[in-house]
């Protein structure tokens, strides 16, 4: 890859990216979409020639911030009744994800940024121009007289896993399998477990040339589990061991990408640290993976820093965003693949309950625990967790709500 050149990028305020120490992980909850909505709000502030595309979902998506600053581009004349609209709006809303990506490259190909982004269940769309951006981004290496590019930012939300009204067409998160699965290594596929990591991923965007960047993140308030020290320290590394639920020598590695993934994981391992007490326990968050690994395309995470994070022999319990399958064949570059109980999207999904929706697809923190409860051979304990499961079943099929609680 050729150097990189100095591109234009705004100065984020330091406060964006959050606190420097959380003191009480997991207990305070809080908006990745809207947290990117403010970084969307600095860019279009500061960088005239930045732009966002969207087919009609910016305020859906809570990333609405940006009109503060923008307002939508509109070429005809604007009524009272209309929604915030101007000529010179950098705002492209157009509900045609393959007309908005192709105005999107060509503005990126003119050496200035923007980001796009869509529900995750529509970018898939998009699939064959983005290969073919890849292809292009890959011959053009080559050319001496090319300069460095701005990165493809793209920003899913509204996934699979929070459809609660949408339902079974709006789950998909089929474009994370398929980026991942190109050999050009010009792909980073984002995860941050929650608002301060999603700073941390806007920023990496921001930074990164000649390449593609898919950042996924639910718009539902979800836990804060980590500072704005330990998020720069993922993208360092690819992944790192969350201290406030990790014992040392453990048992069993909890490993997760994604931010509904890592929640329902860490719960996983407060119950069993009560109903085992004598086990120990550790959770590794993932915030990033590229072509055959866990981390970016210039930062992937080493072989020993993998057995140091993971031990080499211990039992490994996954939790992944997308298709199962994704994440272990790339946990198979690094261990072997019979230590991996891989739980992920199966293709299951319905307008139904959050717990409802993991439980379709066995990712739910008792699905997590049942794994464990097999491997103690702690038959009772299999029958409690199922029976819990069945229970929030019934009640969610009556009443319409989870009787286990989300948080």
Not at 58 to 80: C, H, M
Not at 115 to 120: F, I, K, N, R
Not at 332 to 337: A, D, F, I
Request: glycine share 4%.
């Amino acid at each position: 890859m050729k150097p990189q050149i100095e591109l234009s990028r705004p100065t984020f305020p330091l406060d964006l990216f959050g606190p420097t120490e959380i003191k009480n992980p997991g207990t305070e909850y809080f908006s990745s979409a809207e947290k990117i909505g403010q970084f969307l709000k600095e860019s279009l502030k500061q960088d005239p020639h930045f732009y966002l595309f969207s087919p009609d979902e910016t305020t859906s998506n809570k990333l609405d911030a940006a009109f503060d600053v923008s307002a939508r581009a509109w070429a005809l004349p604007v009524r009272e009744w209309d929604l915030p609209e101007a000529e010179n709006g950098r705002i492209v809303e157009l509900l045609s994800e393959n007309t908005l990506f192709g105005v999107m490259a060509g503005h990126v190909l003119s050496g200035e940024p923007a980001m796009m982004t869509s529900y995750e269940a529509f970018f898939p769309i998009i699939t064959s121009q983005l290969l073919q951006y890849l292809k292009f981004l890959s011959q053009s290496a080559d050319v001496p007289w090319r300069n460095s590019v701005p990165a493809i930012n793209l920003l899913s939300t509204s996934t699979c896993w929070r459809q609660d009204h949408n339902g079974f067409s709006h789950q998909s998160p089929m474009l994370i399998s398929t980026l991942l699965s190109q050999p050009s290594n010009l792909v980073n596929c984002l995860f941050p477990v929650d608002d301060v990591a999603a700073a941390a991923a806007y920023d990496f965007m921001c930074n990164s040339q000649n390449v593609v960047n898919l950042t996924t993140f639910n718009k539902t308030n979800e836990p804060r589990w980590i500072d704005r020290n330990h998020a720069a320290f993922q993208f360092d590394h690819g992944a790192s061991i969350f201290g406030f639920i990790s014992d040392d020598n453990p048992d069993y590695i909890f490993t997760a990408a994604g931010d509904i993934a890592t929640r329902e994981a860490i719960r996983a391992i407060e119950i069993l640290k009560q109903d085992l007490p004598e086990r120990r326990f550790r959770f590794v968050g993932i915030n990033a993976l590229s072509y055959g690994a866990i981390g970016t395309t210039n930062a992937k995470l080493s072989y020993d820093l993998f057995n140091e994070f993971y031990t080499t022999d211990r039992p490994i319990i996954v939790n992944f965003h997308g298709y199962a399958g994704a994440l272990r064949n790339i946990l198979s570059n690094y261990t072997n693949q019979y230590r991996l109980s891989v739980h992920g999207f199966e293709e299951h999904g319905s307008t139904t309950t959050p717990f409802e929706m993991l439980r379709l697809n066995h990712a739910s923190r008792y699905d997590l625990c049942i794994d464990v409860a097999y491997k103690e051979h702690r038959e009772d304990l299999v029958a409690r967790y199922s029976s819990i499961i069945q229970e929030n079943t019934r009640h969610a099929l009556e009443f319409g709500e989870d009787q286990i609680s989300m948080l």
